[in-house]
């Protein structure tokens, strides 16, 4: 018999593909998503039907904010492992309209601890992310410093490994908290920098520059992260583990922006900082490397340029 994988958000990024690497592998993957509209719900449903090529794939669109169907659906089919990605995404979106957050990110999460905490399954896996350290400075970040968020998006995160560090004493449950740090990639998000800037450059717009480019984020591909989590799910672990997923290898915004500023024109608009926005990431991912005895991971210049390839091939703008 295969083994059953959930993975909530399907639809979304991470989510995605990480359902079409098990897909690879032979598992049986069951999705659930919203489609919700923070970003092109057509690109969400590309993924998806993308992922039904494969038969293994079952989809069910669920909002994770309504227990009762939730529960009704999930039920009937015993995971060996889970991956909950659903979420409200983006620190800027979480000035805008924080209850999104406060729904889907804890109202959801809870409903899927209260589901799972009597389910037998090996592990449930969680995307929590690099926005819980705020602006800590003591780089690289490791997993037991301090945590301390500076807007809604990232307490919303520190609550889930509050809540799930909870749920693993209370009940059988095995939890492991991902602390992602910025992904990107094939399949990426329209929301965020990177694809930003590809249409920006593709349709020779503006591009609004935050904070000047004095931002520094630590890029994490996404075939590197598909990979580690492949193999971390197959790991025995503790009752409840964090991880840091990242490159441990930071780049200032600006450098990217004078790569393509070279080559490509287009309308460079700098701004000062967001509020919502941390100045620096930087995370180190020696525990993870450790734990799935990885060694080196995809050189930032070539994972962003097979993303901009990617993107002006798929014509990507046209939908984003
Ligand atoms: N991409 C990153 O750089 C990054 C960094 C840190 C943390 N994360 C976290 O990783 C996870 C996946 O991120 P992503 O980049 O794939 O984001 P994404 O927005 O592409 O995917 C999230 C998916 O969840 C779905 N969703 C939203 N609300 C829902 C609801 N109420 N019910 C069911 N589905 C719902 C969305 O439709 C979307 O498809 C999220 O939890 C995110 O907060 C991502």
Known sequence: MKKKILITGVAGFIG??????????????????????YYSVLFKKLRIKN????KNFNFKKIDIINYEVLDNYLRKTNFEYV????????????LINPNKYIQTNIVGFFNLMEIFKNKKVKRFFYAS???VYGDSQKFPLKETEKINPINIYGFSKKLNEI?????SKQYKLNLTA???FTVYGEWGRPDMFLFKLFKAIKNKNKFYLNNFGNHKRDFTYINDLVNILTKLMLKKDNKHNIYNISSN???NIKKIINIYKSKYPFNLIP????????LHTHGSNLKVFRKVKKKKLTKSRKGIQNTFNWYIKNKIYKIQ
């Open 129 to 131: 992310s690099s926005s």
């Open 178 to 180: 991902l602390r992602f």
């Open 16 to 37: 995605y593909s990480l359902a079409s690497k098990l897909l690879s592998q032979g598992y049986n993957v069951y999705g659930i998503d919203n489609f919700d509209n």
């Open 51 to 54: 992922l039904k090529k494969n």
């Open 249 to 251: 290898n930071p780049i």
């Open 83 to 94: 991956f909950h990605f659903a979420a409200q995404a983006g620190v800027r979106y979480s």
């Open 271 to 278: 701004t000062n900082r967001h509020i919502a926005d941390v």
């Open 163 to 167: 809540i799930g560090e909870f749920y």
